[in-house]
């Protein structure tokens, strides 16, 4: 009896009926007697919205990153200790790169979320997987066609 009252309320405060129909169910009915016609639904100061779900952006997620965190230091490692390889320093550069990119998207996520730069926010991510993808075709290219990372770091320490 008392919801109906709240809309009652509302109403004689000159809000329309769908108004006040819509505040009577989304809101509770001490909520809906205090509801002013100035209500705007979503605005910014509205309560984030949980995602759903994903395992991708869990805690297998965030091992994922540890492990190839951790895998950087013997891998880096293996190749000061043994001469040029092709392997290592294929490793290396992938490692090195999705390293990168994980944390270059944390930050972009944690700074530039949609809610707050719905235009900004999407462009910065697809240029990181962009600049992400040339680099690791030019990492590529300077693979196969020339000396490589672990020959270039040796020649750069001697130098």
């Not at 910014?44 to 950087?72: C, I």
């Amino acid at each position: 009896m008392s919801l109906q009252r709240g809309v009652q309320s509302i109403a004689k405060r000159g809000l329309h009926s769908s108004t006040a129909n819509k505040l009577a169910v989304t809101k509770p009915a001490t909520q809906v007697a205090q509801a002013s016609s100035s209500y705007v639904e979503g605005t910014v100061n509205d309560p984030t919205r949980f995602p759903p779900p994903n395992s991708a952006h869990g805690s297998s997620h965030w091992a994922f990153e540890r492990a190839v965190s951790a895998a950087l230091v013997p891998i880096i490692g293996a190749s000061f200790v043994t001469s040029a390889h092709p392997v290592l320093d294929g490793l290396i550069c992938s490692s090195l790169l999705v390293h990168s990119h994980i944390g270059f998207d944390a930050s972009l996520t944690d700074y530039l979320h949609d809610r707050k730069f719905p235009k900004i926010g999407p462009t910065a991510r697809w240029s990181l997987r962009a600049l992400t993808l040339g680099t690791a075709v030019g990492l590529y290219s300077f693979q196969t066609n020339d000396i490589g990372v672990s020959e270039l770091v040796a020649r750069l320490w001697t130098a």
